[in-house]
């Protein structure tokens, strides 16, 4: 498969440009990955053999270090992605029954994306807004204060 | 930039305290809990709103002022008059307050959550801020400018005495003498280890070896945490100059601030204030005209709980699979790209310039024998006043969570408090007055840890809290040593099928087992205090864990596969709200027929049990 095909020429010039950008510097590769992952929206795997070959490491090296991290996602993701929080106080506050809801709602399990491609739905622990436990956030906005029933209302907004 | 400029920079600069004849200054909070809370809209509409009504003066923005609960919060600052904060001033309070507060010269004062006087008379009816429960116990050394000053404006920051205790160490005191200072002050790490600062410091300066680096962890992963975000938001140079300091002390000319990208704005204001203060000469070459130079780079995490482990840390800026490695050698010796590092957290490196400008014995003048100084809260869960909180150290957990806190959401009864996170543990009531230190909580079974404390009610259920600590520390082990990637794997079978009514009487034995090993033979921190959790429930809690194995019964009423919904047809009132608002249709009804729910379809939600009217109270849990 040639490398142009799949990944847009506008893409594939960005990622190079962010590789020329990292590369001497000390400890590229996370850098670059999130890069990429900004451009792409994931990490496809044409993307990853070429940031291989332009750094000269081992893509099982790159690999290594993508997998290792929550951040990184092979899978396209859909167009807003959920980050529904179950850190200490959203759990002692019902934030499970939140995640629940929106998996019923969305009709799928945490870490996958909607057959429509709208929804990315991710578990996390934490994201800091204990206050106003149980939230979620949906792509920068935070909702708190959350309860099954207003579920449906958040996600009608997007 | 020399002294004597950043000294014009001071005399010159006003916060927006200080307001001219004729203006008015409206102070909202923007931090990640005020913006969620809907404080842009609210920014917007008194921007708007002024205009509008040709009000003449400015909309500033600042930090978390810890209040978290009253979010939105808005200051409106005038002449003459008391600085008064107003509380959950959504975008449609906005009109009232400009014509009422401002236009008019008046108060809305059941909106009125407090006032600073400001040399003015105190207005009836509205408490002093100092005076608020929330506040009066506090003691803020870190947080002193949170709240006060535009974090995005270098020049309040300097206002405010800013970089006037790296003007001071760079141009009165040697390095060692900044060590000892801090040695003296009693300041010990704040990411929840707590060794003392100062001997870390100076281990570095004495490492052989060149270059040295500095390293802020800035990688807050503790659910139920939030303080490090906080003081990123709301006052990020104080964090930069406690690292300058620490550059200048140790020998150091290159920093990296390790952060967590789920801190969109965190990370916004620190990278504007790193561009700050490079323009002002602050960061960069011959620093203040002197020959330290220094420079400060952001490192973004990339989403994993263990990188706040420090070796792991240091392998993760290295752009590697973010795992720790034994110590020693300590990073102090051997740290980045094998050179001495000297790695302390946000709230250390921002407790800094105050020990500097202040003295030693200033800062060891608050807290305990053995734990000097403050530490910074983050109060969460079943409690009535959920926010940021400073408490000098040794305050009792009582008070924290009674007096500040202001005790339990809808009055129920209190069951437990959790300091130190997944590294941590639960405490009972009967500890309720022990002094938050780091000995005493060592002693009780618990960490100090970064300062998450989430308050459990009578609603929660031990065990199920145990399965959930578990639950994340197996998912963020990182996999090197096998104690803590199988064993906290079995610990969580364990504890998930006694939660599920499935366990059976060896298991707790087996819990108590797995854990001490796991404590004694894991690599890194994670794994030697994954097992406090679980240790501290089955110490203080064992009985309720117990029940769910030898009765299958959960007593606190939550673990799903334990309990069932019921509606009473005696007080059934066959509204329909919970037949309407059930989200599995396991309620059957009509108008006028008593409701059922079809145990088969029920998942369990409690929706029913939450929205049934209180004048009726038909459906309860068996």
Same mark, same amino acid.
């Given at each position: 498969?040639?490398? +142009?095909?799949?990944? +847009?020429?506008?893409?594939?010039?960005?990622?190079?440009?962010?590789?020329?950008?990292?590369?001497?510097?000390?400890?590229?590769?996370?850098?670059?990955?999130?890069?990429?992952?900004?451009?792409?929206?994931?990490?496809?795997?044409?993307?990853?053999?070429?940031?291989?070959?332009?750094?000269?490491?081992?893509?099982?090296?790159?690999? +290594?270090?993508?997998?290792?991290?929550?951040?990184?996602?092979?899978?396209?993701?859909?167009?807003?992605?959920?980050?529904?929080?179950?850190?200490?106080?959203?759990?002692?506050? +019902?934030?499970?029954?939140?995640?629940?809801?929106?998996?019923?709602?969305?009709?799928?399990?945490?870490?996958?994306?909607?057959?429509?491609?709208?929804?990315?739905?991710?578990?996390?622990?934490?994201?800091?807004?204990?206050?106003?436990?149980?939230?979620?956030?949906?792509?920068?906005?935070?909702?708190?204060?959350?309860?099954?029933?207003?579920?449906?209302?958040?996600?009608?907004?997007? | 930039?020399?002294?004597?400029? @950043?000294?014009?920079?001071?005399?010159?600069?006003?916060?927006?305290?200080?307001?001219?004849?004729?203006?008015?200054?409206? !102070?909202?909070?923007?931090?990640?809990?005020?913006?969620?809370?809907?404080?842009?809209?609210? @920014?917007?509409?008194?921007?708007?709103?002024?205009?509008?009504?040709?009000?003449?003066?400015?909309?500033?923005?600042?930090?978390?002022?810890?209040?978290?609960?009253?979010?939105?919060? =808005?200051?409106?600052?005038?002449?003459?008059?008391?600085?008064?904060?107003?509380?959950?001033?959504?975008?449609?309070? =906005?009109?009232?307050?400009?014509?009422?507060?401002?236009?008019?010269?008046?108060?809305?004062?059941?909106?009125?959550?407090?006032?600073?006087?400001?040399?003015?008379?105190?207005?009836?009816?509205? /408490?002093?801020?100092?005076?608020?429960?929330?506040?009066?116990?506090?003691?803020?050394?870190?947080?002193?400018?949170?709240?006060?000053?535009?974090?995005?404006?270098?020049?309040?920051?300097?206002?405010?005495?800013?970089?006037?205790?790296?003007?001071?160490?760079?141009?009165?005191?040697?390095?060692?003498?900044?060590?000892?200072? =801090?040695?003296?002050?009693?300041?010990?790490?704040?990411?929840?280890?707590?060794?003392?600062?100062?001997?870390?410091?100076?281990?570095?300066?004495?490492?052989?070896?060149?270059?040295?680096?500095?390293?802020? %962890?800035?990688?807050?992963?503790? #659910?139920?945490?939030?303080?490090?975000?906080?003081?990123?938001?709301?006052? *990020?140079?104080?964090?930069?100059?406690?690292?300058?300091?620490?550059?200048?002390?140790?020998?150091?000319?290159?920093?990296?601030?390790?952060?967590?990208?789920?801190?969109?704005?965190?990370?916004?204001?620190?990278?504007?204030?790193?561009?700050?203060?490079?323009?002002?000469?602050?960061?960069?070459?011959?620093?203040?005209?002197?020959?330290?130079?220094?420079?400060?780079?952001?490192?973004?995490?990339?989403?994993?709980?263990?990188?706040?482990?420090?070796?792991?840390? @240091?392998?993760?800026?290295?752009?590697?699979?973010?795992?720790?490695? /034994?110590? #020693?050698?300590?990073?102090?010796?051997?740290? @980045?790209?094998?050179? *001495?590092? %000297?790695?302390?957290?946000?709230?250390?490196?921002?407790?800094? *310039?105050?020990?500097?400008?202040?003295?030693?014995?200033?800062?060891?003048?608050?807290?305990?024998? %053995?734990?000097?100084?403050?530490?910074?809260?983050?109060?969460?869960?079943?409690?009535?006043?959920?926010?940021?909180?400073?408490?000098?150290?040794?305050?009792?957990?009582?008070?924290?969570?009674?007096?500040?806190?202001?005790?339990?959401?809808?009055?129920?009864?209190?069951?437990?408090?959790?300091?130190?996170?997944?590294?941590?543990?639960?405490? /009972?009531?009967?500890?309720?007055?022990?002094?938050?230190?780091?000995?005493?909580?060592?002693?009780?079974?618990?960490?100090?840890?970064?300062?998450?404390?989430?308050?459990?009610?009578?609603?929660?259920?031990?065990?199920? !809290?145990?399965?959930?600590?578990?639950?994340?520390?197996?998912?963020?082990?990182?996999?090197?040593?096998?104690?803590?990637?199988?064993?906290?794997?079995?610990?969580?079978?364990?504890?998930?099928?006694?939660?599920?009514?499935?366990?059976?009487?060896?298991?707790?034995?087996?819990?108590?087992?797995?854990?001490?090993?796991?404590?004694?033979?894991?690599?890194?921190?994670?794994?030697?205090?994954?097992?406090? /959790?679980?240790?501290?429930?089955?110490?203080?809690?064992?009985?309720?864990?117990?029940?769910?194995?030898?009765?299958?019964?959960?007593?606190?009423?939550?673990? #799903?596969?334990?309990?069932?919904?019921?509606?009473?047809?005696?007080?059934?009132?066959?509204?329909?709200?919970?037949?309407?608002?059930?989200?599995?249709?396991?309620?059957?009804?009509?108008?006028?027929?008593?409701?059922?729910?079809?145990?088969?379809?029920?998942?369990?939600?409690?929706?029913?049990?939450?929205?049934?009217?209180?004048?009726?109270?038909?459906?309860?849990?068996?």
């Amino acid at each position: 498969m040639k490398l +142009g095909n799949t990944l +847009g020429k506008e893409q594939l010039r960005e990622l190079d440009e962010a590789i020329q950008a990292y590369k001497d510097q000390p400890g590229p590769l996370i850098p670059i990955l999130q890069k990429a992952q900004e451009i792409f929206g994931y990490l496809p795997l044409e993307a990853m053999k070429h940031i291989a070959k332009e750094l000269r490491v081992p893509a099982s090296r790159l690999f +290594g270090v993508a997998t290792f991290y929550a951040q990184f996602s092979f899978k396209p993701r859909g167009k807003h992605t959920i980050l529904s929080c179950q850190g200490t106080a959203c759990h002692v506050r +019902g934030g499970a029954k939140i995640l629940e809801e929106m998996k019923r709602e969305l009709k799928v399990e945490a870490g996958d994306t909607t057959q429509d491609g709208r929804f990315t739905l991710e578990k996390v622990y934490c994201i800091g807004c204990c206050s106003l436990a149980p939230a979620i956030i949906v792509d920068e906005t935070a909702y708190g204060k959350l309860t099954p029933e207003r579920v449906k209302e958040v996600l009608g907004k997007y | 930039m020399t002294v004597a400029d @950043l000294e014009k920079i001071r005399k010159r600069t006003r916060t927006f305290a200080e307001v001219k004849a004729g203006q008015v200054h409206v !102070v909202v909070g923007m931090n990640t809990c005020g913006i969620a809370s809907g404080a842009r809209e609210t @920014l917007q509409s008194f921007r708007d709103g002024m205009k509008r009504r040709g009000i003449s003066g400015k909309v500033f923005q600042t930090g978390c002022i810890g209040m978290c609960f009253e979010e939105p919060l =808005v200051d409106i600052i005038q002449p003459g008059r008391p600085r008064v904060t107003y509380r959950h001033v959504d975008a449609d309070k =906005v009109e009232r307050i400009l014509e009422e507060h401002i236009e008019a010269g008046g108060l809305v004062e059941e909106w009125a959550l407090a006032q600073f006087p400001n040399g003015a008379s105190p207005l009836e009816g509205v /408490p002093l801020y100092g005076e608020l429960p929330y506040n009066s116990k506090q003691q803020k050394i870190v947080l002193r400018k949170c709240g006060f000053i535009d974090p995005e404006s270098i020049d309040q920051y300097i206002a405010t005495d800013g970089y006037f205790a790296l003007a001071k160490a760079l141009s009165q005191m040697t390095p060692e003498q900044v060590i000892e200072e =801090v040695l003296g002050s009693g300041l010990r790490g704040r990411g929840g280890a707590g060794f003392p600062t100062g001997l870390k410091w100076r281990a570095t300066r004495q490492a052989p070896g060149s270059p040295k680096y500095i390293v802020c %962890n800035a990688d807050e992963g503790d #659910p139920g945490a939030f303080m490090d975000r906080s003081v990123l938001e709301g006052d *990020p140079h104080s964090v930069l100059e406690g690292m300058l300091i620490a550059g200048y002390a140790i020998g150091a000319q290159e920093a990296y601030i390790y952060v967590r990208a789920e801190y969109p704005v965190a990370v916004r204001r620190l990278q504007q204030a790193i561009a700050q203060a490079k323009e002002y000469g602050l960061i960069g070459e011959r620093i203040l005209g002197t020959d330290f130079s220094f420079d400060v780079k952001i490192k973004m995490g990339a989403g994993a709980f263990v990188c706040g482990e420090e070796t792991a840390l @240091l392998a993760s800026i290295e752009g590697k699979r973010g795992m720790p490695r /034994p110590r #020693p050698p300590f990073p102090a010796q051997s740290g @980045l790209w094998g050179k *001495p590092t %000297n790695i302390n957290n946000v709230e250390t490196y921002s407790n800094v *310039p105050a020990i500097v400008l202040n003295g030693a014995s200033w800062y060891s003048s608050f807290g305990t024998e %053995n734990s000097k100084g403050t530490k910074v809260f983050c109060i969460t869960g079943k409690v009535k006043n959920s926010g940021l909180i400073e408490v000098p150290m040794g305050i009792k957990l009582r008070e924290v969570i009674f007096d500040i806190g202001g005790g339990i959401l809808q009055d129920r009864a209190f069951k437990a408090v959790q300091t130190g996170g997944p590294s941590g543990g639960v405490l /009972p009531e009967s500890l309720l007055d022990l002094p938050v230190d780091y000995q005493e909580l060592a002693k009780a079974g618990s960490i100090m840890g970064s300062g998450g404390v989430v308050v459990m009610d009578e609603t929660t259920c031990m065990a199920d !809290v145990a399965r959930y600590f578990l639950t994340f520390t197996q998912s963020e082990s990182c996999g090197k040593c096998t104690p803590c990637r199988e064993g906290l794997q079995r610990m969580y079978q364990i504890l998930d099928r006694i939660c599920k009514g499935k366990g059976t009487p060896s298991d707790v034995d087996d819990l108590e087992e797995l854990a001490r090993s796991i404590k004694d033979s894991s690599l890194c921190g994670l794994g030697q205090t994954a097992p406090n /959790p679980v240790l501290t429930v089955l110490r203080y809690f064992r009985e309720e864990v117990e029940a769910h194995i030898s009765q299958r019964r959960c007593p606190a009423g939550v673990c #799903p596969e334990l309990i069932r919904y019921e509606i009473d047809p005696q007080k059934c009132k066959a509204c329909g709200i919970c037949r309407k608002k059930c989200p599995a249709e396991a309620i059957e009804g009509a108008p006028k027929a008593i409701h059922r729910i079809i145990q088969e379809k029920c998942v369990k939600c409690g929706t029913c049990y939450e929205v049934c009217p209180t004048k009726f109270s038909a459906v309860y849990k068996v």
